[in-house]
């Protein structure tokens, strides 16, 4: 969601915050802004509502410059979009913050600020944190000691970076169910939200823990952990590369990132399957332990990360023979789940961030469950940390709001997870060689299906002015549906939804005429002959159908039938992830059509660090 980027130097640091912000674009946002202590020690800040084009203009018109600063991009919770309700905010005495995250406890707070005099300007929940630093350091004297003070009654999640006139040689910063990476420079560092934002001015970084504070000086860093112990947090280097989020030839990023999936897909089963047999010390080194104690399986998770979960219950009961419940985070979170003995709990997300499926592991770890697994793309993020087993997708950077990349690997690292659980519970070594080899052939399946880009973009045409979608799917098919249908809907903004092939003669069917087209997956698989019946029902109706279908079901294209062949031997194994694809090319081109903002669509963030 929102972005922070801060830097301490001997240079200029105001080019650095520009290009950090324009980094951190993907994760959505409505307004951006930049503090910096100029030369004449004073704190000098411009702030836009919109892009971070609109930001880099008022600097042009005003020109700004210093040795520290921070910046920020702000995704709206508390307050309208609107230059006032922009980071970063300031108090008195040249005190000045941006903040990621939501306070709860901001109104209380707030009431008390306004009875001590502080004057309010905007109706953000940040403005309050600052306004409370400023309150502590009237009594304190020093920064540090203030922000701690603050945050041990923040109530909510944070990650804060804070600058002041008063100390011109440090940013001090904190963090709390928020991300906050520290980059470490030679007599300069950095503070981010991520570190895709720092990756041209430094590749080696410090991660705090959660309740971590720490101060940035230009020869230095020093952390206090939640205890007020001083700790020693690990450097680390990272292997992403500064041009590993730009765009090259593509057009968008959502495009080159479907266009990546080969490559992410066997780079996420690298290392991780060898002679025909899985590597469970992959997913950590209690694994074969965990997986052979396993009789049941929960996952949790949201958005696509929720649909490839729900595609992973079709193959962890069928192969592994194994219950398994999917379930939204955010609901999951809100009763009381009885867990059966020997439960893992499999959290899923692009981010490791995602507030939701967060406050679910956390619950999970006092609920009972055997063992906690994430599949995640960011290795440094919070439920990887917070997981005792981890598989990381090895996607890569995914700037597109829309996952692609992100959802296949996923899809591939729960195939591997099948072939663990299933090793322990119902397979024997040939199966595990065959299901093996049926996730190595992936990337080239893959690779086939991309070929049909310039048979969808064509097919695209017919979408332009369509208002409504139906998906249609069965069996493991169904969740790729649903998949499908949000793909359309976030980037082109047409209505979509998916049905249960069998469902429709249910209510859905009601909603199908000649512009309503129908959006079907047929790979050649036991309930085929089910799925051709479901589709005589729409052509019954006068429905345009589109069918993505394999080469060996008998189906061809007449009249209101459209029929796109799919690779040869696409395996029940394989499926969800190939028949995925021509629907992300689906959504891509009728979004490019209508003239929408690809990348970023409206309303929408790329990780979604609040409830």
């Known amino acids: 969601m929102c972005g922070i980027v801060g830097a301490i130097a001997e240079r200029d640091v105001v080019p650095i915050l520009i290009e950090g912000l324009r980094r951190l674009e993907y994760r959505g946002y409505d307004s951006a802004g930049v503090a910096v202590l100029g ?13 971070v084009r609109k930001l880099q203009d008022s600097l042009e018109e005003t020109p700004t410059e210093g040795k520290l600063g921070i910046a920020h991009t702000r995704w709206a919770t508390h307050g309208v979009p609107s230059e006032r309700n922009a980071h970063p905010h300031i108090s008195r005495d040249g005190l000045a913050i941006v903040h990621n995250g939501i306070i709860e406890n901001h109104d209380e707070l707030r009431d008390e600020l306004i009875r001590l005099g502080y004057v309010f300007t905007s109706e953000t929940d940040t403005e309050v944190i600052v306004h409370r630093i400023h309150f502590h350091k009237q009594k304190l004297n020093d920064i540090f000691r203030s922000v701690r003070a603050t945050v041990a009654e923040l109530e909510g999640a944070y990650a804060l970076a804070i600058v002041s006139e008063d100390n011109p040689d440090s940013i001090i910063v904190a963090r709390a169910g928020c991300p906050v990476v520290i980059g470490i420079g030679q007599g300069e560092n950095f503070v981010a939200s991520d570190v895709a934002a720092l990756l041209p001015v430094t590749r080696n970084f410090i991660f705090l823990e959660e309740g971590d504070v720490a101060e940035l000086r230009r020869d230095g860093v020093r952390v206090i952990d939640a205890e007020g112990n001083s700790a020693q947090r690990p450097v680390r280097i990272s292997s992403l590369s500064a041009d590993a989020a730009e765009k090259g030839e593509f057009a968008h990023f959502m495009l080159k990132e479907i266009f990546e999936q080969p490559r992410a897909i066997a780079q996420t089963l690298e290392e991780r399957v ?6 469970e010390a992959a997913f950590g080194p209690l694994a074969s332990e965990i997986f052979s104690r396993t009789e049941a399986v929960q996952i949790v998770a949201c958005g696509t990360s929720f649909h490839a979960g729900a595609v992973a219950k079709y193959y962890i009961e069928q192969i592994a023979r194994l219950p398994c419940w999917v379930e939204i985070a955010s609901e999951y979170r809100y009763r009381s789940p009885v867990v059966p003995k020997n ?27 055997l063992s906690s697994l994430a599949i995640c793309n960011v290795p440094e993020s919070s439920l990887v940390r917070e997981s005792e087993l981890v598989l990381l997708t090895r996607a ?42 049926r996730l190595l052939e992936i990337p080239g399946l893959v690779e086939k299906t991309l070929q049909l880009d310039g048979i969808i973009k064509e097919l695209a045409k017919r979408f332009a002015d369509k208002h409504h979608a139906l998906f249609l799917g069965r069996g493991q098919m169904y969740p790729i549906a649903m998949e499908g249908a949000l793909k359309l809907k976030e980037i082109s903004y ?30 050649n ?35 209101g039938v459209t029929v796109i062949t799919m690779p040869k031997h696409v395996s029940h194994f394989q499926a969800s992830a190939v028949y995925s694809i021509p629907l992300q090319l689906l959504a891509y081109h009728c979004a490019i059509l209508r003239g929408t903002d690809v990348d970023q669509p409206r309303n929408l963030a790329k990780s979604v660090t609040v409830e």
């Open 39 to 51: 030369p004449n020690g004073h704190l000098s800040r411009l702030r836009a509502v919109g892009k």
């Open 274 to 279: 060898a002679g025909g047999k899985l590597l």
């Open 343 to 369: 439960t893992l709990f499999v959290t899923i997300s692009q981010s490791g961030e995602t507030a939701d499926t967060l406050a679910a592991l956390r619950m999970a770890k006092q609920s009972g469950y």
């Open 396 to 437: 890569g950077p995914e700037i597109g709001v829309a996952s692609t990349k992100a959802f296949t690997t996923q899809l591939v690292a729960l195939g591997m997870l099948v072939v663990a659980l299933a090793k322990f519970n119902a397979a024997d070594a040939e199966r595990e060689r065959g299901l093996v080899q």
């Open 494 to 523: 047409i209505h979509a939804e998916a049905y249960a092939a069998g469902e429709l003669k249910h209510g859905p069917l009601a909603l199908v005429d000649a512009d309503m087209p129908v959006i079907t997956i047929a790979p």
């Open 525 to 559: 698989n036991d309930l085929l002959e089910k799925l051709k019946s479901n589709l005589q029902e729409v052509r019954a109706r006068g429905g345009e159908l589109i069918v993505f279908a394999d080469p060996d079901s008998g189906m061809q294209s007449s009249e």
